[in-house]
T-cell receptor, first 114, second 110 residues
């Protein structure tokens, strides 16, 4: 079956702009979580959605937001971009909210802020 | 705040050597997972350990969960170039979010 699909794969934005990243989970998976990966901070949890509701949120400013649609697809948005937002943004999906079960990651969206 | 420390941060070895990667925390986890991430890809789950003292083997990889469920180790026997990648441990508390470790970047030379 198709894996987790993230779009776009690469993008370059200017400071102050906003960006929207998309994630299509594995068919049948209802839980989607987002992570930010940087060389300095590693992989950090952003938020998790299940059945269109945010279940959990990491320690990120309000400029980072997300949503999930009825078909389980998810988007995350970053407003007023800063240079430090340059990172690999990873989406992961699972059938149910994470409970020690397997989550499947997409290949990520590389965001560069200049 | 980084709750999971991995060591070493970087490891560069020759094919055929053995190695161990450590994942340590002051927190108790309900479960701990190990992932491998290759360049340009997302992390891929290798194993989940749940019980304190648990040992799991995956071919040449041996994973151990500490008795107190605060630490874990990954041992690779006779490393191969295909083992090259970023190894990440991740700890979970029940159904809450997954916290990833700082990562160990392994390079195996032929």
């Amino acid at each position: 079956k198709a894996g987790v699909t993230q779009t776009p794969r690469y993008l370059i934005k200017t400071r102050g702009q906003q960006v929207t990243l998309s994630c299509s989970p594995i068919s049948g998976h209802r839980s989607v979580s987002w992570y930010q990966q940087t060389p300095g901070q590693g992989l950090q949890f952003l938020f998790e959605y299940f059945s269109e509701t945010q279940r959990n949120k990491g320690n990120f400013p309000g400029r980072f937001s997300g949503r999930q649609f009825s078909n389980s697809r998810s988007e995350m948005n970053v407003s007023t971009l800063e240079l430090g937002d340059s990172a690999l943004y990873l989406c992961a999906s699972s059938f149910e909210p994470f409970s020690g079960n397997t989550i499947y990651f997409g290949e990520g969206s590389w965001l560069t802020v200049v | 705040t980084q709750l999971l420390e991995q060591s070493p941060q970087f490891l560069s070895i020759q094919e055929g050597e053995n190695l161990t990667v450590y994942c340590n925390s002051s927190s108790v986890f309900s479960s701990l997972q190990w992932y491998r991430q290759e360049p340009g890809e997302g992390p891929v789950l290798l194993v989940t350990v749940v019980t304190g003292g648990e040992v799991k083997k995956l071919k040449r990889l041996t994973f151990q969960f500490g008795d107190a469920r605060k630490d874990s180790s990954l041992h690779i026997t006779a490393a191969q170039p295909g083992d090259t990648g970023l190894y990440l441990c991740a700890g979970a508390w029940g159904t809450d979010k997954l916290i990833f470790g700082t990562g160990t970047r392994l390079q195996v030379f032929p």
